[in-house]
């Protein structure tokens, strides 16, 4: 196990996670959500995304850097219709599932 990305909040980690797995690398989040336990960073609260076989960890920083310029600029965007908070890589919300622009 190796970590490849320390995420500023749990929503932020399963997104890079998610995107390790797309491209085939084995990825788990450890953090916040307690999942992992493993007690290595007793006293950070920031979720961690760490993967699973080490050698590929120049292809995941890779990765993380290639999604982290793709991903749409701006700041947390506030859903018209039902007021929830979503996060900029979100096009609809995640709450009520409607357009961000409409
Ligand atoms: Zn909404």
Not at 10 to 16: E, G, L, N, T, V
Not at 27 to 48: C, F, K, Q, S, Y
Not at 56 to 69: C, S, T
Not at 88 to 96: S, Y
Request: glycine share 6%; aromatic share 8%.
């Amino acid at each position: 196990m190796k970590r490849v990305y320390s995420a500023e909040n749990a929503f932020d980690a399963q997104i890079i996670r998610d995107h390790l797995e797309h491209q085939g690398i084995t990825a788990t989040v450890h953090g916040n959500m307690l999942t992992g336990a493993i007690g290595e960073l007793p006293m950070d609260t920031r979720p961690t995304v760490w993967i699973e076989d080490p050698d590929l960890y120049e292809r995941a920083r890779d990765l993380i850097a290639q999604f982290e310029r793709a991903r749409p600029e701006g700041e947390q965007w506030i859903c018209r219709h039902c007021r929830e908070i979503n996060e900029p890589a979100f096009e609809i919300c995640w709450a009520c599932g409607r357009d961000r622009e409409t």
